[in-house]
């Protein structure tokens, strides 16, 4: 409040300040311009009153002066003049002029006449006599003899100037100047100032002489008028008089606007008249009475004579300045009422205003809060109408039920809700919330939302709920209270719960597969290790709860590796699905049938009282797989091999039963295709002799346990060794030697079949090399090589590389390829080819006819031998199946110009066969088995032939 006080009382302040000043300036303005006006006017009235005055003066001494001319021209008309006819005329004329004081004539008068003038004067004036005045003015004393006398002879009017009569005036300085000037001009002219001694206080004057002329004389010059001058008529003036009588006449005494001076004599010089014009006023500032215009200066000749007159303005007066001083007072008055107004209006409206702003400002507060609130409603309007687009867009359902009725009756489901649970909205808005469940029967999540639904809180849960057609979805719903408006004591009620649904159906269904792939084998969809591991422990505490046994059975395709090598995985794995269908098929219900990889298969067979239903599956398994399949162009005929461990006798855990029935099945393949084996106790110690046998393969040859043996070949013709087949040997140390068909599988399995197969090509190579040095010349060595080998990227390489090395010709290097190699990928089979043909190396078909047989491709393989597989050679005498695939292999061979060499020749009625069908070599224990390097050398050196 003080604040405002404060800025009022400024505010006021500066308003009435202001206002004063411009009232006082206002003021101060009409003031001097009143001023200036009333100077002006007053100047003006000076200057018109000052020219008045000096007109006047001058006009009334003039006309005074004429009066003596009008007089001085009766002298001239009429002559002699009598005394009377002078009184007669100049008295009406003194009566009308009262300020002439005197006319008087002198005559001329020579000391001739002198005594007969006293003597005529005498007559009326006794006392008369030409006398001369004295400084009082007396004439009592007569004038000495002169030649001439200048004598008053009239006056008039004669009362008060009597005494002048006879007065002799020709000696008077003052005149004689005067008197000769007129008399030579003829004009009227003035004397000097005089003291008129004839009246009281010896008053100044003049006198204005005029010459009379004697009639009829001539006049023209000075000296004719002084001769013709007889006498001279005076007017006497006072000057006090004179100008006052003027003055007055024309009244212009009466006003005291004007002061005058009237200045006469020689020179102008001397003041003879003043009258002062009205007295400054003592009451009134100096300033107030300061003069209008300045003083005029006039000056006229007033019969010779100079004359100045000054006009002097008057001091101001009040009446001079009334307006500019009513200007003054009533500039003040507004002024002082203006500032009254103002001080009052601004105190009022400063205080009005100050309210008015605080108000404005209070107003605006108001507005801007009220936009604010606007704004922020708009927003929030905004921020409402997006989230409940974003409701309505929602991808996942949502729900609003009401918190306070009975049962959470739904109140809002959105456009996502009816479109993942087939319900429109008027189907569910208004009933219960647990009717959004269906007919799902097991809901053992809806707990955690129940809950957190009674305890008004947030939560979640997996739930199942069930589409309008049926269909079972998953859905991950939250649930959240929602708070509605705050109560009288505060507490803010829950009005509302917000459901929200994310159909995790794919989540559930991705979950689900993931735990079925976890459990599960990709390619067949049996169970995999882990779920037969499971199923395995949970049978077997089944077995041992119910005290009957467990079939754990090992299966193993025969041949599969065959297939995947020569078809490739697309057709490994379609019959690998094949052969889980047909498990599948084989197998109960209750039955486990597990892929543990590759082609190895486990089932689990519970086994209920004595019937040994295990047998009869064993056999519809084995039947099932010697089913035919198809694969692509190419029908086979698969078998497998089945090794069994039985619960518990064979094994108390998982793992020793699998293993148990792996090893039994081991066995089973060693009796050949197509044979189950039941675990035995001693069949363990074969199984860990081969995973040691595994252990020392992989430092056979670095320890120099690999030798070679050659098997000689022989031309059927000519009966002689043509060449060998190089074949690995392995000396165990404590196994002794160890066949290849037992260690290059597993080698190849191991990957050592490279560095293997690699000293075995260089070793035959350089021994093939060092017997042509010996002396046979033509000795071809064949080595085996493996389908890793052949698919080797190096193998050109390495096989340039040895030749290169051990400088056998490549001419006398025959690889020997298997049909699986080729056939696997024909194109890339008959790259390798082509390239190996190109060192020179020469190409056989190892095995022929065991495998795919396509005989259509032999045609496009640069191959140079074929080699009938000893299964056929063994039975060509005893089955004529085997002897007429021998008879087409040979025949064909031979249309594609390839050499033909049967392997496994053990008797001469084979080798009658074969030389009759003409086979082009041979090699077999009917001539040598294998032999190693020296007895290999010895043989060629005892040059032994094949009998004829
Ligand atoms: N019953 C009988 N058998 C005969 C007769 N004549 C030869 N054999 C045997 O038949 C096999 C011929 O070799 P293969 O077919 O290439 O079959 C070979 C070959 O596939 C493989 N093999 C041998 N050495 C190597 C090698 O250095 N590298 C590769 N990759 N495989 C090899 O091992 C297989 C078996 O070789 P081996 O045990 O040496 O067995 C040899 C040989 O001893 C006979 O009249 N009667």
Not at 763 to 789: E, F, I, P, Y
Request: hydrophobic share 45%.
């Amino acid at each position: 409040m003080q604040k405002i006080l404060r800025r009022v009382r400024i505010s006021v302040s500066v308003s009435v300040l202001i206002t004063m000043l411009a009232g006082l300036a206002i003021t101060a303005l009409c003031y001097v311009s009143a001023r200036q006006i009333e100077a002006e006017s007053a100047r003006l009235l000076f200057q018109h009153d000052a020219s008045v005055r000096s007109a006047a003066l001058m006009s009334g001494l003039n006309n005074a002066v004429e009066q003596l001319k009008v007089l001085n021209q009766l002298f001239r008309s009429i002559d002699p003049i009598s005394r009377e006819q002078f009184r007669s005329f100049s008295a009406p004329l003194l009566q009308r002029y009262p300020e002439i004081q005197a006319f008087s004539y002198r005559r001329v008068l020579d000391h001739a006449d002198r005594a007969g003038y006293e003597h005529a004067m005498r007559q009326a004036h006794p006392a008369f006599m030409i006398a001369q005045g004295d400084d009082d003015g007396n004439n009592s004393q007569p004038v000495p003899q002169r030649d001439s006398y200048n004598v008053i002879d009239y006056v008039e009017p004669l009362h008060g100037n009597a005494q002048l009569l006879g007065l002799d005036t020709s000696n008077s300085p003052g005149q004689q100047v005067a008197r000769i000037a007129s008399r030579d001009s003829g004009q009227p002219t003035a004397t000097e100032l005089l003291t008129l001694t004839q009246y009281p206080g010896r008053q100044t004057g003049f006198l204005v002489l005029a010459p009379v002329y004697r009639a009829g004389m001539a006049l023209d010059t000075p000296e004719q008028r002084q001769r013709a001058v007889i006498g001279e008529t005076a007017a006497t003036f006072r000057i006090t008089h004179l100008i006052a009588t003027i003055l007055g006449n024309a009244r212009l005494l009466d006003s005291g606007h004007a002061g005058i001076e009237v200045f006469a004599g020689a020179q102008g010089e001397t003041l003879v008249y003043r009258h002062d014009a009205a007295p400054t006023n003592r009451a009134l500032p100096a300033w107030m009475q300061a003069a209008h215009g300045q003083p005029t200066l006039s000056s006229f000749s007033l019969a010779g004579q100079p004359w100045r007159v000054r006009i002097t303005p008057a001091h101001a007066l009040w009446n001079d300045h009334q307006g500019s001083l009513y200007v003054l007072l009533g500039g003040l008055l507004s002024t002082l009422l203006a500032v009254a107004y103002v001080y009052q209006l601004v105190s009022r409206n400063s205080v009005i205003e100050r309210i008015t702003g605080e108000r404005t400002a209070a107003l605006q507060f108001a507005n801007l809060r009220l936009s604010e609130d606007i704004a922020a409603r708009l927003q929030n309007e905004k921020s409402l109408r997006l989230r409940e687009r974003i409701i309505e867009v929602s991808a996942n359902a949502i729900v609003i039920c009401s918190a306070e009725a009975p049962g959470y009756l739904v109140e809002y489901v959105n456009p996502a809700f009816e479109r993942i649970t087939g319900y429109p909205a008027q189907d569910v808005v208004g009933k219960p919330l647990a009717s959004l469940q269906g007919n799902i029967p097991e809901q053992p999540n809806m707990d955690q939302l129940q809950t957190a639904i009674r305890e008004q809180r947030e939560g979640k849960a997996i739930l199942r709920y069930c589409r309008k057609d049926g269909e079972v979805y998953w859905s991950e719903t939250f649930v959240a209270p929602v708070r509605g408006q705050a109560g009288d004591d505060g507490a803010v009620p829950i009005s509302h719960f917000v459901l929200a649904q994310y159909d995790i159906s794919a989540v559930m269904r991705f979950e689900a597969e993931l735990a079925f792939q976890a459990r599960h084998d990709i390619l067949t969809g049996l169970a995999n290790r882990r779920l037969l591991r499971e199923r395995l422990e949970h049978e077997m505490a089944v077995a041992q709860r119910s005290g009957l046994p467990l079939w754990v059975v090992f299966i193993d395709l025969d041949r599969f590796k065959f297939v995947n090598d020569t078809l490739g995985h697309d057709a490994g794995d379609t019959l690998l699905k094949g052969v889980a269908e047909r498990l599948l098929g084989a197998t109960r219900e209750v039955d486990t049938v597990a892929r543990l990889g590759g082609d190895e298969f486990v089932l689990l067979l519970p086994q209920h009282g004595n019937g040994d239903p295990g047998m009869a599956i064993l056999q519809r398994i084995l039947d099932a797989v010697a089913q035919p399949m198809q694969l692509g162009e190419y029908e086979f005929f698969l078998s497998c091999s089945m090794g069994v461990a039985v619960y518990p006798d064979d094994g108390g855990s998982a793992e020793m039963l699998i293993k148990h029935a792996d090893i039994a099945m081991y066995r089973a393949k060693e009796q050949g295709r197509g044979h189950w084996q039941f675990y035995a106790s001693n069949m363990n110690a074969d199984t860990l002799q081969r995973l040691s046998l595994e252990s020392e393969l992989r430092h056979a040859l670095e320890r120099e346990q690999f030798h070679l043996e050659y098997q000689p070949q022989l031309d059927l013709a000519s009966g002689q060794v043509v060449g060998m087949e190089a074949l690995l040997r392995w000396r165990h140390p404590q196994l002794g030697l160890i066949s290849p068909a037992s260690f290059i599988g597993m080698a190849e399995e191991m990957g050592l079949i490279i560095p293997i197969g690699e000293w075995v090509l260089r070793t035959a190579c350089a021994q093939a090399r060092a017997w042509q040095l010996a002396g046979h010349t033509h000795l071809r060595v064949a080595v085996n090589l493996s389908a890793r080998q052949f698919k080797q990227r190096n193998l050109l390489h390495a096989v340039a590389a040895v030749l290169t090395e051990t400088g056998l010709d490549a001419h006398y290097l025959e690889l020997e390829l298997t049909e699986s190699m080729v056939m696997h990928d024909v194109e890339q089979a008959t790259a390798i080819m082509g390239n190996l043909k190109a060192l020179g190396v020469q190409l056989s078909i190892d095995d022929f006819g065991t495998g795919y047989s396509s005989l259509a491709y032999l045609r496009h393989f640069p191959i140079d031998v074929l080699k009938i597989d000893r299964s056929f050679v063994n039975d060509i005498t005893h089955s004529s199946d085997d002897a007429a695939i021998v008879c087409a292999i040979i025949s064909l061979a031979h249309n594609l110009r390839l050499k033909v060499i049967a392997e496994g020749v053990e008797t001469t009625a084979q080798l009658d066969f074969l030389r009759e069908h003409g086979c082009d070599q041979m090699q077999g224990y009917l001539y040598s088995r294998p032999l190693a390097a020296p007895a290999f050398e010895a043989l060629l050196l005892q040059g032994a032939r094949l009998a004829a």
